[in-house]
C-alpha cells in the first residue's frame, strides 16, 4: 500500500514514511535522505548518514569491507534477506511490466 501527495500551490514536508509492525520510519528528503528517524518498540532514536552520491554508495562501501575482511556474508544484512529483498524486487519488477 502506498499514499501519495503531491501539490505545486502549497508547501508540503519531502519525508517518505514506512511503517511496520514494529515501528516506522521517517526519511527527510528522501531522494538525498541524510537523516533517519526510527520509531521501535524499544524508542525513537535518529540515525545520519552522509550522501555521498546516487546509487548504492553505502551498499559498495559495506561489500568492500566485508571483501577486505574477508567476509563471506555482511553482519549487517544477510545473505537470506538479500536474497528474499531481490526476490521482492523482481516481483516488483514482474508486476510494474504487466501493467
Known amino acids: 500500500m502506498a499514499q501519495l501527495f503531491y501539490s505545486i500551490e502549497m ?24 537523516r533517519f528517524e526510527v520509531q521501535t518498540e524499544q524508542g525513537r532514536r535518529t540515525i545520519e548518514l552522509p550522501f555521498v552520491s546516487n546509487g548504492f554508495y553505502h551498499e559498495i562501501e559495506e561489500a568492500v569491507q566485508c571483501i577486505q575482511s574477508r567476509k563471506i556474508e555482511s553482519p549487517l544484512m544477510s545473505l537470506t534477506h538479500s536474497k528474499e529483498l531481490s526476490g521482492l524486487v523482481e516481483a516488483t519488477k514482474k508486476l510494474i511490466r504487466n501493467l
Not at 514506512?18 to 528522501?30: I, P, Q, R, S, V
Request: charged share 25%; aromatic share 20%; glycine share 8%.
Open 11 to 34: 508547501t508540503c514536508e519531502n519525508a517518505a514514511w514506512l511503517y511496520g509492525t514494529k515501528g516506522w520510519l521517517k526519511m527527510e528528503h528522501f531522494w538525498k535522505c541524510e
